[in-house]
């Protein structure tokens, strides 16, 4: 026994794997920890400003329809209280769930009564406290509450509640309820993992560590004193080869992966000095001279009002097209670095039907102005995919706002469909259309189907071609369909995971509406 204890304490590889496991045990418990907090600080703080945003949109959205019903009868303020609940709340599973509740505030004794709930949830989960505070307030209210249904179930959730008006029925409350149960258990699901990870980390560091300690030692010492060197910016030191075994054989990569990482690092880099020598003298040559003018035309149009109505209009033109102006250099830098073959993709987990509902919601006012109206048809609530998202927001954007501009105030259709490996998106106007020979051109760099109306409208004729290029960025594609006075169906296929290829097109280009 004391054999073997003196044999661990003078063995090398014992005492490393030791302090090794002890060391990496604290590091991974401080790391794990503070990667926890900051996970569930985050997720919190993003549930929660989400959930806010989309309450006060709803709140909002019921007391303008509660407005427009003013002088209605009842079952008209039935079938508008119906309407907000049906899509305000969500036909998900109860860990998903979104409720709408409405209670009468007290001291209200008109005869009609609207007190609802959806999907059987207990008005009693509003606790007292809160009620009181929404009465006092003017403003959007928040708790933490338990959301109780009838049948006995209780999930935790965040309730936004404010006073409304109904009409003919006098002031209630109204509360947005957000389940709270996903939140929960993506967190219960992390910190399991955080731990599982770490101990794994743990055996994985002992074994490697061992198999290091006993069999590389003095080569893995060379290969790390190397390799600071290259960090350090140093990539002519190589690593001496004195044998023939399989170390100098490791030895040999490792001299042909520096002199290789030695190449790409210097082609990089001349690549990286074109492309900020680019930006820069664009910058310099566009910009300077943009400021310049934006600064004079802001100061003649301030005093355009003293100026002969001619004139005055000529300075509201000058400052509408800088601002072209400036949109069409921010659309030429993008398209420079697609053809310098530098850009890149930041993938990131998103749920792409929320991404566009967002961008329906941010063009919704450009809609209403335009007399049309964008609506979102998808096979699920959520759909998850890896991918740029500021890249898809672009093709989303791109694609609404050109439907929008072509609808000619007729409704717009977005179809969202996914499988396991992609997922697409269509978007459909019933517009003027384009004819055949257009769409070979479609995507082509600052070509216009009108060129009169996108002049008026601003548009560079970049936008489409961008979109295009981000797809296939992503190893996605988009396609094009439309006929005269008929509209235009613009599809957009991309994998759910940007290093994959899409396996089909899910959405059919020509749209089922259309007959020859």
Request: with cysteine; aromatic share 6%.
């Amino acid at each position: 026994m004391n054999r073997v204890f003196l044999r661990l304490r003078n063995s090398l590889a014992p005492r490393v794997i030791i302090s090794t496991v002890i060391l990496s045990l604290g590091v991974i418990y401080l790391t794990g920890s503070a990667l926890n907090s900051q996970l569930a600080t985050g997720i919190k703080k993003v549930n929660l400003d989400s959930s806010r945003i989309e309450a006060r949109s709803t709140i909002f959205s019921a007391e303008y329809r509660f407005l427009l019903a003013q002088g209605e009868k009842e079952a008209a303020v039935h079938k508008v209280i119906d309407d907000i609940i049906s899509s305000a709340t969500s036909l998900t599973t109860n860990e998903n769930a979104r409720e709408v509740i409405f209670i009468r505030s007290p001291g209200n004794t008109r005869i009609q009564n609207y007190e609802i709930t959806s999907n059987l949830v207990d008005p009693a989960s509003i606790p007292e406290y809160l009620s009181k505070h929404v009465r006092k307030s003017n403003d959007l209210v928040s708790s933490y509450i338990n959301i109780n249904y009838m049948g006995g179930q209780s999930i935790p959730g965040l309730a936004f509640g404010q006073k409304v008006q109904i009409p003919g029925a006098g002031q209630y409350e109204m509360y947005m309820v957000f389940s709270l149960a996903n939140q929960n258990a993506t967190l219960d699901l992390i910190q399991r993992l955080l731990l599982l990870t770490g101990g794994a980390l743990v055996l994985l560091i002992a074994l490697i560590v061992w198999l290091v300690v006993r069999q590389v030692v003095k080569p893995v010492r060379e290969a790390a004193i190397i390799a600071a060197q290259f960090t350090s910016g140093d990539f002519r030191q190589r690593m001496k080869i004195v044998s023939g075994d399989e170390i100098a054989t490791l030895g040999n990569a490792f001299n042909e992966m520096a002199e290789s990482l030695e190449k790409q690092i210097a082609r990089l880099e001349n690549l990286s000095r074109v492309q900020q020598r680019f930006v820069s003298d664009v910058s310099h040559e566009l910009r300077t001279p943009l400021t310049t003018l934006r600064m004079a035309s802001e100061v003649i149009n301030a005093s355009r009002e003293s100026f002969d109505p001619v004139v005055a209009r000529s300075s509201e033109l000058l400052v509408a097209q800088l601002d072209r102006f400036e949109r069409l250099l921010e659309d030429l830098l993008e398209v420079s670095r697609f053809d310098a073959e530098v850009a890149i993709i930041e993938a990131v987990d998103f749920d792409i039907v929320q991404l566009a509902t967002r961008c329906v919601e941010d063009l919704s006012l450009v809609a209403s102005q335009r007399s049309t109206e964008l609506r979102i048809y998808s096979i699920v609530d959520s759909i998850n995919i890896k991918a740029d998202i500021r890249r898809v927001e672009r093709i989303l954007r791109n694609l609404f706002s050109n439907a929008i501009d072509h609808a000619e105030e007729k409704p717009i259709t977005i179809t969202i469909i996914a499988s396991d490996h992609d997922v697409a998106v269509g978007v459909r106007d019933h517009g003027i259309g384009l004819d055949e020979n257009s769409l070979t051109r479609v995507f082509d760099r600052f070509w216009r189907a009108d060129p009169s109306r996108a002049r008026t409208r601003g548009g560079t004729g970049l936008g489409l071609s961008i979109a295009l290029e981000d797809a296939r960025l992503h190893n996605g594609e988009l396609e094009a369909w439309g006929r005269p006075n008929k509209g235009a169906h613009f599809v957009l296929t991309l994998p759910r995971s940007s290093s994959l290829g899409i396996d089909a097109r899910l959405i059919k280009l020509t749209p089922d509406d259309f007959h020859e």
